[in-house]
């Protein structure tokens, strides 16, 4: 199985979300949604879709990740000031990155206890609360 043999019903998810079908975000959206949940990042779907034989720009790709975001079929998740993964899966779940690789994995929202949280600015509410736990090569090894 690979990306291009698992057809999706790419024009009913671009719709969902309010975005026209172009062949081009058809492909996007195929490389994303066709097995299972994952995270990636603009760079590494621009280069997966080049890989495919799919002309489009980064830029294009950058705006196709962004108006799924804001329709909620993916969620972004900014490991750092200059990384940001798109999750396929979108219900609620922490992250565990690998710093040795930069991969992201889930963690599930039972895994994982929050003991406080910080009193917030009156009229405000805590919407959610993301965590990623980051892991490197235990010292002395
Ligand atoms: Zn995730």
């Not at 034989?53 to 000031?81: I, K, M």
């Not at 917030?120 to 990623?132: A, F, T």
Request: proline fraction near 2%.
């Amino acid at each position: 199985m690979n990306a291009l043999s698992v057809k999706i019903d790419t024009v009913a998810l671009l719709c969902a979300a309010k975005m026209r079908p172009t062949r081009q975000r058809q492909a996007l959206a195929q490389l994303l949604f066709w097995g299972g949940h994952r995270h990636v990042t603009a760079e590494e779907l621009h280069r997966e879709a080049r890989v495919a034989g799919v002309t489009v720009s980064l830029a294009t790709v950058y705006n196709s990740l962004h108006r799924l975001t804001r329709a909620g079929l993916l969620r972004e998740v900014a490991v750092d000031s200059e990384k940001r993964f798109f999750d396929t899966n979108v219900s609620h779940h922490h992250h565990l990155l690998d710093e040795r690789t930069g991969e992201l994995s889930d963690v599930d929202e039972g895994e994982l206890l929050i003991a406080g949280l910080p009193d917030v600015p009156d009229g405000m509410e805590i919407k959610s609360v993301d965590v990623v736990v980051r892991v490197g090569v235990a010292d002395g090894r």
